[in-house]
């Protein structure tokens, strides 16, 4: 499987590490595109399984939401799945439904471990 991610500006997200360690451990890979934007949509045009970006910027990010929530996915903060939008600058991850749960816990443990 592929997940998506981003960097935090230039550098890699707190957690970032044993995110992809955890991800690795089930077969799945990691890509950096280079655009959050282009993240978030590769899950809802089904070229991921989920996709995590450290700060949810509504201009930057909104549209891809929208595309996540209309193609069926599943998009989740740290607390869990989320109608709209993420809270502004909250990290967040959009994710296949039938993958969410588990992908949902890789990525909060990860979070927890720094």
């Known amino acids: 499987a592929v997940v998506g991610t981003e960097l935090d500006g230039h550098r890699p997200w707190p957690g970032f590490g044993a995110f992809l360690d955890a991800l690795a451990a089930r077969s799945c890979t990691l890509r950096v595109q280079g655009s959050g934007t282009l993240t978030i949509a590769q899950v809802a045009a089904g070229r991921g399984i989920g996709g995590c970006v450290s700060a949810f910027d509504p201009i930057d990010h909104g549209a891809a939401v929208l595309l996540v929530h209309e193609a069926g996915g599943v998009v ?14 909250e990290p967040f991850l959009v994710a296949h439904p039938g993958a969410a749960d588990e992908l949902h816990a890789v990525w909060t443990a990860a979070l927890a471990a720094v």
């Open 76 to 89: 989740l903060t740290r607390e869990g799945p989320v109608d709209g939008f993420p809270p502004a600058g």
